[in-house]
């Protein structure tokens, strides 16, 4: 299995900012995913960060909102741009290094709030 | 379209009793199920996972699922629960998307 890391933990942010949320794989991984887990609630697939390529986004979120990087196999970046209260939720990295149907594996999270 | 229904938000039984999460779901390919634990504060823990190998698939911490095509059911089970399987269980379907159900709350009585 995969050790993943995030970066931050949590943060507090003010309204109309941006954050950058980084996650960092032990080893190299094909398939890297961005989730969403407000209050309360399941997760949510922001995206799929795909190596080399803009990443493919899932109804309801678009690049100029959560820009996502991946300049190699082990390392994404998730950004939440001109936040307002209701981006507050835990952002998860995951990865998968066996394709799509199988596991995947998940990082810490990083709790935001937005005041 | 695909989807997964987790029929119960909240389950509370007493320790030393069995578990059952129940699971749903609906594809019009032969997905991968999985289920994952989380615990409070904690990350995302892979407990089992079904491919179309056998249909009783065995985890962690002495869970189990069994996979039924015809019930479209990957209902989690364990025989005797303990204290420290408190924590919020997640039934997951992956076939051309990947979908979370809404989670399972489990709470182990004394």
């Known amino acids: 299995s995969a050790v993943i890391s995030q970066k931050p933990s949590r943060d507090i942010c003010q309204r109309g900012t941006s954050l950058t949320i980084q996650c960092q794989v032990d080893?190299?991984?094909?398939?890297m995913f961005w989730y969403r887990q407000q209050p309360g609630q399941s997760l949510t697939l922001i995206a799929t960060a795909n190596q080399g390529s803009e990443a493919t986004y899932e109804s309801g979120f678009v690049i100029d909102k959560f820009p996502i990087s991946r300049p190699n196999l082990t390392f994404s970046t998730l950004t939440v741009s001109n936040m307002s209260p209701e981006d507050s939720s835990i952002y998860l990295c995951?990865?998968?290094?066996?394709?799509?149907?199988?596991?995947?594996?998940f990082g810490p999270g990083t709790r935001l709030t937005v005041l | 379209a695909q989807s997964v229904t987790q029929l119960d938000s909240h389950v509370s039984v007493s320790e030393g009793t069995p578990v059952l999460l129940r699971c749903n779901y609906s594809s019009s390919y032969s997905p991968s199920l999985f289920w994952y634990v989380q615990h409070p504060n904690k990350g995302l823990q892979l407990l089992l996972k079904?491919?179309?190998?056998?249909?009783l698939v065995k985890g962690i911490n002495g869970f189990e699922a069994e996979f039924k095509k015809s019930e479209t059911s990957f209902h989690l089970t364990k025989p005797s629960a303990h204290m420290s399987d408190a924590a919020e269980y997640f039934c997951?379907?992956?076939?051309?998307?990947?979908?979370f159900g809404k989670g399972t709350r489990l709470h182990i009585l004394p």
């Open positions: 080893s190299q991984v094909t398939m």
């Open positions: 997951v379907i992956r076939d051309d998307k990947i979908i």
């Open positions: 079904y491919t179309s190998a056998a249909t």
């Open positions: 995951s990865v998968s290094d066996r394709g799509f149907y199988n596991e995947q594996f």
